[in-house]
């Protein structure tokens, strides 16, 4: 139980193009879902946590207008990394909290995004 | 704010023997604790976890941890370790009270077990 996936695992695209990345939670609902960042040999940077059906609550230093993340429903969370440069490039990850579980997220296998 | 601290970036060990990965925190008040471990390229899966009761936690794959709350720490011990352990451990501490309803999981630099066969 408790399984979190991503799409795509991996994506590679051209600067000034958006990406899409899906986080979908697949035996539980999550209410809570949340987007890090982390770079090679780094630990985990939060960049924002959203609600189901409310706006994400962004990290200070992370661009809104750049990352938008969508929770449209307990199961699915999107980031969309808009008008990408190769600073941007980074492994993604997304994790997810069920109803009742305060304390535990689950996380998602990663997005490795590479902006050429 | 809550900061982890792992002081070892890099800990080699050859295989069967014992190894403690060192975590402390800043909070002093309750906390929730969490070991993850990550494999190259993949996403955090949770080893262990400390939300309240006795101060020993016993984990996946032979992890254990234990609370140290006068030290704020909360150290990860294997008594022996395998090839397959080789991976990066990170501590992470969040608030069981959070304000809002936006509470973290804040994570620590992470440190790099190597297992010397």
């Known amino acids: 139980g408790a399984v979190v996936s991503q799409h795509p695992s991996r994506v590679i695209c051209k600067s000034g193009t958006s990406v899409k990345i899906e986080c979908r939670s697949l035996?539980?609902?999550?209410?809570?879902m949340f987007w890090y960042r982390q770079f090679p040999k780094q630990s985990l940077m939060l960049m924002a946590t959203s609600n189901e059906g409310s706006k994400a609550t962004y990290e200070q230093g992370v661009e809104k207008d750049k990352f938008l993340i969508n929770h449209a429903s307990l199961t699915l969370s999107t980031l969309t990394v808009t008008s990408a440069h190769p600073e941007d490039s980074s492994f993604y990850i997304c994790?997810?909290?069920?109803?009742?579980?305060?304390?535990?997220?689950?996380f998602g296998p990663g997005t490795r995004l590479t902006v050429t | 704010a809550q900061s982890v601290t792992q002081l070892d970036s890099q800990v080699p060990v050859f295989e069967e023997a014992p190894v403690e990965l060192r975590c402390n925190y800043s909070?002093?008040?309750?906390?929730?604790l969490f070991w993850y471990v990550q494999y190259p390229n993949q996403g955090l899966q949770l080893l262990l976890k400390y939300l309240s009761g006795s101060t020993l936690v016993k984990g996946i794959n032979g992890f254990e941890a234990e609370f140290n709350k006068s030290q704020t720490s909360f150290h990860l011990r294997k008594p022996s370790v395998h090839i397959s352990d080789t991976a990066e451990y990170f501590c992470?501490?969040?608030?069981?009270?959070?304000?809002?309803?936006?509470?973290?999981?804040?994570f620590g630099p992470g440190t790099s077990l190597s297992v010397i066969p």
């Open positions: 909070s002093s008040v309750s906390v929730y």
């Open positions: 992470a501490v969040s608030d069981p009270y959070p304000k809002t309803s936006y509470d973290k999981v804040i």
């Open positions: 035996d539980f609902q999550a209410t809570t």
């Open positions: 994790s997810a909290r069920s109803r009742g579980a305060s304390y535990e997220q689950y």
